[in-house]
């Protein structure tokens, strides 16, 4: 099949080796090792352990240290003469933390001050900077993040969605990881040893990587990305499968995306973390795949983990390593384990025209990228479509309760904002099984179970999107709290685990054994529709999950959130959605579709919108109401947009600040789909949104909209 | 001795159930001399690292080698008879 190429025009990379290409491309072939004694934060005790910090950021306090880091790598990656960038995809599991916890323990509590806490706040100083007006998505899949952001990035481009991406990773050292993979005795005092017998762990790191995707190859052109592959082990929350068998999966699955055979790999880019568990798995997933392996190499002996950053740093220096002829070395490794495949031991330069550069992270999430120098093919402009998705089953959380009661309150104009009751929504979850679970990922894991048995379907969702504006607060707020109170020495490793972003999804796949890719987007108020934006651009054939959902905190919602407001009752929740890709055969099912998704830049992209729903005449037809997300930081700005959306289409049915109803909360539109669906189906709209209108639905769709700093479009219809 | 032990597997079962969120299981539930790690309550590889923090805060007895910690956690009497033997309290 002949489809869109995908180039990396430019990058731009920031480690513990140094600031752009070149200095990384000498550090490689110097075969430098970037560890020293962590001097970034002081440590109440103890002595403090290898990691691989960056020196010479420039730095910009009034922006958190992953914040800087990014912008650093995007401005190496993004000439200023470039005309555009249509779209960005950002992988990152630190955000602002780093900035919060230095915050928390100075006992601040102006929530102003916390403003760049969330993850997605990385990508929109960038879109801001950039002046992207496009999707600016925010991808955490704990360490797998990076490849997993390009993977989209691949997607956005090849469905002529964008023409242009900006893609990459960043990740800055905080307290959490640095105690967190301490916690789980998976730092190796000595410094990383990825391959050596003794090794005894990861060092943490901290850096960024943007490359600049294109569809139209330039001089510059670095490199292709030939393909890419995504799956989840289902095993385990922190470990990997122990033959490998997600790391295969991944591998296979870009060898086969890029129509490129084991025996064309010049080289691997290991994960290669130096954890004895990972190394093991990894060279057991490989000589599965290869029977003759080509040179590989781990560089994480020299970069450190960058978590989020690593897989964007590798996929550059895999770049590097076609576009510059350098075979990176095995940094750290003196006696390689016999068990393993023996690594590249020194640095070398010939020529390499195909690298293979893996990427694990928590949760069992693996990306595989395949790097190649530019392909002669038979290129193709088509974009590449894909069958909508329908609805199959449809779950909710709200204060009322599930779908159903809240269907019931909203027919008796009772508002339904509110927290759902732990013990009720995990009633019908295996007690022995969420014991570890905190709030999100119980209400996570609720959710997608009731949303695939309402389905009335046994099949497992193949591939779980998950949208989550702050992630798991409890666990992080616990684990940074007994860090604190116990002087650094014990904190808890289970919420270590439990806080990652992508942790709840993590949970669902590894309850109903989804093995395929498993995405968590981070993207604030604009978080469901970046999940469902994703499973638009990679869900297979079969069935996957599509979800959002937010947990209050009592002591970290006030301080992140700025819809939270003192004087309305604290509300949380979230909707899920069994999908498939629509078929004729399937007509009865509502569909749902992200039909916009752009930054606001004044009342231009309210008329953009317009335009894509098919103007004022094609919306009167289409829909029979508007949902419309007026987040409560965003008030002003959101209403005004409403105001000249409702002007502009001469709007004449009804619009419901659906908010007002189920609670100010970030994934509140993951709410609003799921209550769309059921008033589809129903053909009726419950009396809370119905005002003095019929509550007949008089057309076939139901409009959601997302306004604010991003302005979002969801239709929901009966094909 | 022999109370103290008694003593001190009463106090872990306790101290599991709490921090091990096994909340459907009372200390008479726990059979001291039964496997540990991989046995019917489930306890995996997460809890022993949340053991193992535990043991360390509460009784001064540091575990951090994989081999060791297989044999310390193999039951809650051998895990006992660690703490015992090796906390700083202990009688020399």
């Given at each position: 099949?002949s489809?869109k ?19 990384t ?8 090792r ?17 990691v ?62 916390y ?7 990385v ?119 122990p ?12 060898m ?48 450190g ?37 023996p ?9 390499l ?27 193709t402009?088509t ?105 650094e ?79 309305t ?19 009865q ?131 | ?47 022993v ?17 994989k ?18 033997d ?7």
């Amino acid at each position: 099949m002949s489809r869109k190429q995908i180039y990396i025009n430019n990058a731009g990379i920031v480690s513990a080796l140094g600031s752009g290409c070149t200095q990384t491309a000498a550090a490689l072939l110097e075969n430098r090792r970037g560890l020293a004694p962590l001097t970034l934060f002081s440590l109440l005790s103890g002595k403090p352990l290898p990691v691989a910090q960056v020196d010479s950021i420039p730095l910009d306090s009034r922006l958190p240290r992953t914040h800087q880091l990014a912008m650093e790598a995007a401005l190496q990656a993004v000439d200023p003469a470039e005309v555009s960038i249509d779209a960005m995809v950002i992988g990152t599991t630190t955000g602002g933390i780093a900035t919060t916890e230095n915050l928390l323990r100075s006992g601040e509590t102006n929530p102003d001050l916390y403003r760049y806490h969330g993850l997605g706040t990385v990508a929109e100083q960038l879109a801001a900077h950039f002046c992207c007006s496009g999707p600016v998505l925010t991808v955490s899949t704990a360490c797998s993040s990076g490849a997993v952001a390009i993977s989209i990035a691949m997607e956005l481009l090849r469905s002529g969605q964008a023409t242009r991406v900006l893609a990459g990773g960043a990740d800055s050292l905080c307290r959490l990881t640095y105690f967190g993979f301490n916690s789980l005795q998976l730092v190796d005092p000595d410094g990383a040893r990825p391959m050596d017998t003794g090794r005894k762990g990861m060092s943490v790191g901290e850096g960024a990587a943007m490359v600049l995707l294109s569809t139209q190859k330039q001089n510059s052109t670095m490199a292709e990305v030939a393909g890419y592959g995504l799956s989840c082990d289902a095993y385990h929350p922190a470990t990997p499968h122990p033959e490998g068998k997600g790391a295969r999966q991944a591998m296979a699955a870009a060898m086969t995306d890029a129509n490129i055979h084991c025996t064309q790999i010049d080289y691997i880019n290991l994960h290669g973390t130096g954890t004895p568990d990972n190394d093991r798995a990894e060279s057991k997933a490989i000589k599965a795949l290869f029977s003759t392996p080509p040179p590989v190499s781990s560089i994480k002996g020299a970069t450190g983990h960058t978590l989020a950053a690593a897989g964007a740093i590798e996929a550059v220096v895999a770049g590097l390593a076609v576009s510059r002829e350098i075979l990176p070395a095995n940094q750290g490794c003196s006696i390689p384990d016999p068990e393993l495949i023996p690594p590249q031991k020194i640095p070398e330069r010939h020529p390499l025209k195909v690298v293979l550069s893996n990427s694990f992270g928590f949760g069992g999430n693996n990306g595989s990228l395949l790097i190649t120098t530019p392909r002669d093919l038979q290129q193709t402009n088509t974009a590449l479509s894909r069958p909508q998705l329908q609805v199959l089953g449809a779950a909710c959380l709200t204060g009322a309760g599930d779908l159903n009661t809240t269907m019931a309150a909203l027919q008796l104009q009772q508002p339904v904002a509110g927290l759902p009751e732990n013990s009720e929504f995990s009633a019908n979850l295996p007690a022995r099984k969420i014991r570890r679970l905190k709030r999100l990922a119980r209400m996570g894991l609720a959710l997608a179970t009731a949303a695939r048995e309402n389905s009335g379907t046994k099949e497992t969702p193949h591939d779980i999107f998950m949208g989550t504006g702050w992630g798991a607060l409890s666990e992080t707020h616990d684990f940074l709290k007994r860090l604190e109170e116990t002087d650094e020495q014990f904190p808890s490793p289970t919420d270590f685990i439990g806080s990652v972003h992508n942790a709840p999804a993590g949970q669902i796949a590894l309850f109903s054994g989804s093995t395929g890719a498993n995405i968590t987007c981070s993207g604030g108020n604009y978080s469901f529709e970046q999940a469902l934006l994703s499973a638009e651009l990679l869900a297979g054939d079969a069935p996957c999950c599509v979800l959002g959902a937010d947990e209050y905190h009592a002591s970290f919602t006030p301080l992140f959130d700025p819809s939270f407001s003192p004087h309305t009752p604290p509300a949380d929740g979230g909707g899920a959605l069994y999908m498939e890709q629509a078929t004729a055969a399937t007509r009865q099912y509502p569909c749902l579709q992200t039909s916009f998704y752009a930054q606001a830049i004044e009342n231009s992209t309210v008329t953009a919108l317009v335009e894509k729903l098919g103007g004022t005449a094609a919306i009167h037809q289409r829909f029979g109401l508007v949902l419309a997300g007026i987040p409560a930081a965003d008030q002003p700005l959101a209403t005004a947009q409403l105001r000249y959306f409702s002007k502009r289409v001469d709007l004449n049915i009804q619009v419901v600040d659906y908010r007002k109803y189920v609670g100010q909360f970030a994934s509140a539109s993951a709410v609003a789909a799921v209550l769309a669906t059921a008033i589809l189906l129903n053909r009726k709209i419950p009396a809370a949104f119905a005002g003095e209108n019929n509550t007949q639905l008089k057309r076939p769709g139901i409009l959601i909209l997302g306004l604010g700093r991003t302005i979002t479009a969801m239709e929901c219809y009966l094909p | 001795m022999a109370n103290q032990m008694n003593t001190l597997v009463e106090e872990l079962k306790v101290k599991l159930i709490d921090i091990l969120n096994l909340s459907d299981l009372t200390p008479a539930d726990i059979d001291e001399n039964a496997q540990l790690v991989g046995g019917e309550h489930g306890i995996d590889s997460i809890d022993v690292l949340e053991m193992v923090v535990m043991i360390e805060k509460d009784y001064g007895v540091k575990i951090n080698n994989k081999e060791v910690g297989e044999k310390v956690f193999s039951t809650l009497t051998a895990l006992a008879r660690h703490i015992q033997d090796h906390s700083p309290g202990a009688a020399a």
